[in-house]
């Protein structure tokens, strides 16, 4: 069963920083996209980043360029979320997400494109 488990969230201040985890099971990574989402109260579900089947590709909406990095660790079978100078408004719940996409090297940060869901994990950056 393809399962992904998000951790790592909580409570920051404005400028601090936060890793998050996303653990797969059932399936290696070599095998899928992995996308990181996030949802605030109110508002449409959006990509924050990805990264493609080979490790070589990855894309970032604008809002969080230089400020956020992803990365993979294949032996752990995790992705990870780093984020840095985190803002009052990158404060949502936080999903990764697994694409079966047939592309090597290159991911989109789109909600469609994924298949599978974690549950999420919640991100409040507040003072």
């Known amino acids: 069963q393809l399962q992904l488990l998000e951790s790592g969230g909580g409570l920051v201040q404005p400028g601090g920083s936060l890793r998050l985890s996303c653990a797969a099971s059932?399936?290696?990574?070599?095998?899928?996209?992995i996308g990181w989402f996030r949802q605030a109260p109110g508002k449409e579900r959006e990509g924050v980043s990805c990264?493609?089947?080979?490790?070589?590709?990855?894309d970032y909406a604008d809002s969080v360029k230089g400020r956020f990095t992803i990365s993979r660790d294949i032996a752990k079978n995790t992705v990870y979320l780093e984020m840095n100078n985190l803002k009052p408004e990158d404060t949502a719940v936080y999903y990764c997400?697994?694409?079966?996409?047939?592309?090597?090297?290159?991911?989109?940060?789109?909600?469609?494109?994924?298949?599978?869901w974690g549950q999420g994990t919640q991100v409040t950056v507040s003072s």
């Open positions: 990264i493609s089947r080979s490790g070589r590709g990855t």
């Open positions: 059932g399936f290696t990574l070599d095998y899928y996209a």
């Open positions: 997400a697994g694409d079966s996409s047939t592309v090597q090297n290159m991911c989109m940060p789109t909600v469609d494109e994924y298949d599978y």
